[in-house]
């Protein structure tokens, strides 16, 4: 028989299409044909054997014909969060992508799973360190303060502060005069800036109000009253601001 026309000649053949590209150096499965050593197109035959083979092969390779899980890592190197549990609202759907460069810790603590208001969840960071550094941060380092969103109606608005760097962090509320800038203060010796008409501050861990800072991993919160206005979001510890842990808040 000549082999350019055994497909023809055989009433049982029909060309099928590869199930997927081959894994791991396997042939593709299915009835189709490839070139033999010689030249010579060769029909894979459909016997019962080839079955079993093929359901083996289809396990192995379905995991190079999958793209990745829709339910995978979300922001900051943690799950996707629906707002509940340690993540909170600090999940990708909220916070957006993770900065580039950051290594991230999970927290570990919940805020209360209602809180007065509107919630505005910030977060805060550091690049380049982790939990074997302590003591004061150099000026330079890169770090991060992120608060979503970013304008509010007036009135109570909780403030939820997630530690996802490894220094200790806090959050303090400062209003803005009208020709005043964020990150325009100026900070001291101490590398702090001026706290005078401060409207409250985040600064305990897995609790509300003030404290000794909000620990990597853990979560912060508090409450305020705030007037229609412009506030600047720090965190005051030493050289903290300096290094770009400051953003704008609107209430309108």
């Not at 590869?18 to 791991?24: F, G, H, Q, S, T």
């Not at 979300?74 to 909170?88: A, Q």
């Not at 220094?167 to 803005?176: N, Y």
């Amino acid at each position: 028989m000549n082999p350019d026309t055994s497909q023809v000649l055989d009433p049982t053949w029909s060309p099928r299409p590869a199930i997927c590209a081959p894994v791991l150096g396997l042939p593709a499965l299915g009835g189709g044909s490839e070139p033999g050593s010689d030249g010579v197109v060769i029909r894979a035959h459909t016997g019962r054997w080839l079955t079993v083979v093929g359901l083996v092969l289809l396990t192995v390779s379905l995991g190079g014909c999958s793209g990745p899980a829709s339910n995978g890592p979300g922001m900051m190197g943690g799950p996707r969060s629906s707002g509940t549990g340690p993540m909170g609202g600090f999940g990708a759907g909220v916070m957006g992508a993770a900065p580039h460069g950051y290594h991230l810790s999970r927290l570990t603590c919940p805020a209360p799973s209602s809180l007065p208001g509107t919630t505005v969840y910030v977060m805060v960071g550091d690049m380049g360190m982790n939990h074997m550094m302590s003591g004061v941060t150099p000026l330079g380092r890169h770090m991060m303060l992120h608060a979503v969103p970013a304008q509010v109606p007036t009135g109570q608005i909780s403030f939820v502060v997630g530690n996802r760097g490894w220094r200790t962090h806090e959050l303090v509320v400062l209003p803005l005069a009208p020709d005043q800038a964020v990150g325009d203060r100026v900070p001291g010796a101490d590398g702090k800036v001026d706290e005078t008409g401060s409207l409250g501050e985040a600064s305990a861990s897995c609790a509300a109000g003030s404290g000794d800072g909000i620990k990597a991993g853990t979560v912060g919160w508090v409450t305020l009253n705030l007037p229609v206005g412009r506030y600047e979001l720090v965190c005051n510890i030493r050289n903290h601001y300096a290094n770009g842990m400051h953003q704008l808040l609107v209430v309108a």
